[in-house]
């Protein structure tokens, strides 16, 4: 039995990689420098594989900003633009990866999107029909070189070339016109490595996962009857990740390849495939330790998985890539009974050695320890949680009266004019902001000096809300640092890492929340700003909160309780802060659905019955109990639901914002066509740039908006919070909305 993994973090047990890699970009450091601390990471992570005691280990799994990026510029998909600019090799890749900007030229990044199931985003390669494939870097041989010389035979890896061709965007041609040439690429990679004295290579086919029908199926077959035809030499590992391959798994074991890496924690089917039959001239790569979470491995429970599957040649391997979870529970100041139940990417290595050790019969102890772990809840439980969520019934999850009604009722309550305008909550996070935060976490300002600051930030934003005559007002959000993170800390059942951080894109890093225990409120959280914001203006405020779905999304889950479970604990105790509000005066209440949508299974089969029909009635659960003349307003970060409408209907909010002005309000159509009930806030303007839209420009946007959707239903908002922007611009962008707002609505 070996052990193995897919990929190991890359950014460094202290985020070593992020620091000098911003250096560079700041011309702190050269590049030099850059690849000299990029080398010493790499060698330092090999090394601690080699002494964990891993079998097989991964290279090129390293990478300077996405490896789906690294794999379009080893086969030199590059847009003209960006070769034609006079930069190193280094700064090209950085071109790609951030755009450039400079006495050298202008071009703008490539679009970054999410990878797969995960808040890891990859660059997202282009295809122009000249686009000429071939090798043009060696990155891939230069690292598989740099761990032989250092005494370690590596297994370099490679997204597969079916991902690649699956993930790209392609203009004015189809990826079926370049598989040849891709195909004959990754077959000189393989040439090269052989040369090199390599003996596998990994190929990332985690598309693999997803419903390869139709054309996909099609795609994938005509790729790998090719590709496998010149080997080198070389085996192959196919490895898939984050799903089970029930759409290929018969051709997959078919294929003439040495290993198949297959996912058992989200591949649901997995064990049942396997099952079924696997060759014996084939390994399977097992992946049994859970690359996407924190917890500990059940060895009894692998063990028995591991010893049922009707397979000759077995390696144990993680899920996925250890890119998800953070470098090492060492660093954390956990009480050690806590401690002992996380393991991140370093600790993850010894459990598979354990797991290896287990099976050839040489460690008893460490069986019995783990088993002690589960012996006993692992988790701080909570009864009065447990009674409150058997006490359910299917009323608690409807809102009486129906939409219809409701949008009745509050017209007459609100007085609104037509077209109302209103921000989606956050206003810029000054650097003052940010750092009066930090001096009142680190106790160097007393809670009256913290308040004092809070409270007059708030009055100067009211004043200017009322001021340019908005309708709807907001308090600003200025005592949050993240959206998650500010519930996750006032929140019974949150643990919170110091080191914990998980590469989001390039040198970003997010630190999410661990749910420790059952989730409860003990306190209102937001009660305070709101109604003080609310005290000081006779114009409506908005109270604004998270929503369970992506309160749950952006945070480590517990794996002893399902998602669905965690997901209505969460939005009980919203529920009672929702109440809290409406209690204290606050007559609109924003509950914020930012990641709902990122969360939909990879297949679309399974998006309803895995997903959609838990989370749905669990963000109206949070608001099934307010008044009917509470007007409940959501927002979401993406405008591509079209394909959910009905779910989004389902939420029965009375009010939906979403991101809509750099999609070209497509979403509009779609609106259109179902009849969408709600009242609806396309976002009229982009606020990921710092770009001021004019009044006429918004003007224009609004127009083509109640073409399509019926004017009294129709709110005016940008498309998100706007504490990313600068002040200047933020204002400047808002007086221009509530202007257009007023002249669009004296012409209709
Ligand atoms: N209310 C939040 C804000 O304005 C929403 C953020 C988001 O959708 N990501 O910042
Ligand atoms: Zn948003």
New binding site residues.
């Given amino acids: 039995m070996t052990t193995s993994i897919i990929g190991f973090p890359r950014i460094g047990e202290n985020r070593e990689l992020k620091f000098n890699t911003e250096k560079y970009w700041r011309n702190e450091i050269t590049e030099d420098d850059l690849q000299t601390a990029a080398k010493d990471l790499r060698a330092k992570h090999w090394q601690l594989l080699k002494y964990a005691g891993i079998d097989e280990i991964p290279s090129n799994d390293f990478s300077f900003f996405d490896t789906t990026l690294d794999t379009a510029y080893l086969f030199n998909i590059v847009p003209d633009a960006v070769k034609q600019l006079n930069l190193s090799q280094l700064d090209r890749y950085f071109a790609l990866a951030r755009g450039y900007q400079g006495d050298k030229g202008d071009i703008k990044a490539l679009p970054m999107k999410k990878w797969f199931n995960t808040n890891y985003h990859y660059l997202v390669p282009q295809f122009y029909e000249d686009t000429d494939i071939k090798l043009s870097d060696t990155k891939i041989f230069d690292e598989y070189q740099e761990a032989k010389d250092a005494g370690i035979q590596t297994r370099p890896v490679i997204v597969g070339p079916f991902t690649l061709l699956s993930l790209s965007e392609f203009h004015d041609s189809k990826p079926e016109a370049f598989v040849d040439k891709l195909v004959a690429a990754y077959q000189g990679v393989f040439e090269k490595l052989a040369a090199q004295g390599a003996e596998w290579i990994q190929l990332d086919e985690p598309e693999l996962v997803k419903d390869v029908i139709g054309e996909s199926y099609d795609l994938f077959k005509k790729v790998y009857q090719d590709l496998l035809k010149n080997k080198a030499g070389l085996k192959v590992l196919i490895q898939t990740y984050f799903g089970d391959v029930r759409d290929v798994y018969e051709d997959l074991i078919d294929l003439p390849v040495e290993g198949i890496g297959l996912d058992f924690h989200e591949g649901r089917k997995t064990l049942e495939l396997v099952k079924s039959g696997f060759p014996d001239d084939k390994i399977l790569y097992a992946g049994v330790v859970n690359g996407k979470n924190i917890w500990r491995n059940h060895y009894e429970d692998t063990i028995n998985l591991l010893k049922s599957l009707p397979v000759k040649n077995l390696v144990i391997s993680t899920s996925c890539s250890l890119l998800h979870v953070p470098f090492t529970i060492e660093n954390e100041e956990f009480p050690e009974e806590i401690k002992q139940h996380f393991a991140f990417a370093k600790e993850k290595l010894s459990e598979l050695v354990e797991l290896q050790a287990i099976l050839d019969g040489k460690d008893k102890d460490a069986e019995a320890r783990n088993k002690k772990l589960f012996e006993k809840p692992r988790v701080t439980e909570n009864p009065k949680v447990h009674e409150r969520v058997a006490a359910l019934n299917d009323d608690s999850f409807v809102r009486h009266p129906s939409l219809e009604q409701r949008a009745e009722i509050q017209k007459k309550e609100f007085n609104l004019p037509l077209l109302p305008t209103t921000?989606?909550?956050?206003?810029p996070q000054t650097k003052e902001v940010k750092r009066t935060r930090a001096q009142f976490r680190k106790h160097e300002i007393s809670q009256e000096e913290y308040d004092k600051f809070i409270a007059g930030h708030i009055d100067e934003w009211l004043k200017w809300q009322e001021d340019i005559g908005l309708d709807v007002l907001?308090h600003g959000?200025f005592e949050?640092n993240d959206?998650v993170e500010y519930f996750g800390q006032n929140l019974e059942g949150y643990l919170f890492s110091k080191n914990g951080w998980v590469q989001s894109y390039g040198t970003r890093g997010v630190k999410p929340p661990i749910i420790w225990g059952d989730v409860a409120r003990d306190k209102p959280i937001t009660v305070k700003w709101s109604k003080y914001a609310q005290s000081k203006t006779d114009k409506l405020v908005k109270g604004?909160l998270?929503g369970p779905v992506?309160i749950l999304n952006w945070s480590f889950p517990r794996e002893d309780i399902s998602q669905r479970e965690s997901t209505i604990q969460i939005a009980l105790a919203i529920q009672d802060e929702v109440l809290d509000l409406e209690k204290n005066g606050i007559k609109i209440i924003?509950i914020?659905e930012?990641?709902l949508r990122e969360k939909l299974p990879l297949r679309k089969t399974d998006w309803y019955s895995e997903y959609l029909d838990w989370a749905v009635p669990a963000f109206r659960l949070v608001h099934s109990k307010v008044k009917p003349t509470t007007q409940i307003h959501t927002?979401?970060?993406y405008s591509e639901f079209t394909d959910i409408i009905p779910a989004i209907q389902n939420m029965d909010a009375d009010v939906i914002s979403f991101e809509a002005s750099r999609s070209n309000l497509e979403i509009l159509d779609a609106l259109q066509q179902e009849h969408f009930k709600l009242q609806v806030g396309p976002g009229v303007y982009d606020i990921h740039s710092p770009r001021i839209p004019s009044v006429d420009e918004i003007k224009n946007t609004i127009h083509k908006i109640i073409e399509k959707v019926p004017e009294g239903k129709v709110w005016i908002n940008p498309d998100?919070?706007?504490?990313t922007r600068g002040v200047k611009e933020a204002k400047a962008s808002v007086e221009n909305l509530t202007q257009a707002a007023k002249e669009v609505r004296a012409e209709v």
Wanted: proline fraction near 0%; include cysteine.
């Fill in positions: 921000t989606i909550g956050s206003f907001v959000e949050r959206m604004m998270t992506t924003q914020d930012a990641a927002h979401m970060c998100c919070g706007l504490k």
